[in-house]
């Protein structure tokens, strides 16, 4: 465990708290060469579970698929908190969540569309009450994120 997880650790109430009010995620999968590969994205959180939208082709989908363990990053930056007397102590506050994982694919359809409701409903709720064309709903893929690990710390 990292120094500061011992005095500066998330409840698990915080960590929900920063991972509901996220905007953006980061998630990190492992290229073909095995590189880090790590692509910021919008996300929901749905039964306990990481939830990612986008197309159904792409680096990180091929990543994987090859390879579905995975990393997901939130933060939120707070201030900057100088140190007048030593600039090495300045500091930032922040909440940081960080989560280990497997990744799949979302084939079931049901499960795909309650996935884009939540996510309509967190990004632009003012459009739920549409529905999805089936045309789009065969274009759009949906990674579903299952957490092995969940870490969060905070510095204020």
Same mark, same amino acid.
């Given at each position: 465990?990292?120094?500061?997880?011992?005095?500066?650790q998330l409840s698990?109430?915080?960590?929900?708290?920063?991972?509901k009010k996220a905007e953006v995620g980061r998630i990190g999968t492992h290229n073909e060469n095995g590189y880090p590969y790590v692509v910021p994205v919008h996300f929901i959180v749905y039964d306990e579970k990481i939830y990612i939208h986008g197309l159904?082709?792409?680096?990180? *989908? /091929?990543?994987?698929?090859?390879?579905?363990?995975?990393?997901?990053e939130v933060?939120?930056?707070?201030? *900057?908190?100088?140190?007048?007397e030593n600039v090495c102590d300045t500091n930032t506050a922040f909440r940081s969540v960080i989560i280990l994982g497997t990744a799949k694919m979302v084939e079931d359809?049901?499960?795909?569309?309650?996935?884009?409701?939540a996510v309509v409903s967190k990004y632009?709720?003012?459009? /739920?009450?549409?529905?999805?064309?089936?045309?789009?709903?065969?274009?759009?893929?949906?990674?579903?994120?299952?957490?092995?690990e969940i870490t969060g710390k905070y510095y204020k």
């Open positions: 465990m990292q120094g500061r997880m011992k005095h500066h698990k109430i915080e960590i929900d708290d920063v991972l159904i082709k792409g680096q990180k *989908i /091929s990543n994987l698929t090859k390879n579905d363990k995975v990393g997901f933060d939120e930056m707070g201030a *900057i908190i100088p140190d007048n359809k049901s499960l795909k569309e309650n996935v884009l409701h632009t709720p003012q459009l /739920s009450h549409l529905g999805f064309p089936e045309k789009m709903l065969k274009a759009t893929g949906i990674i579903e994120i299952n957490p092995i």
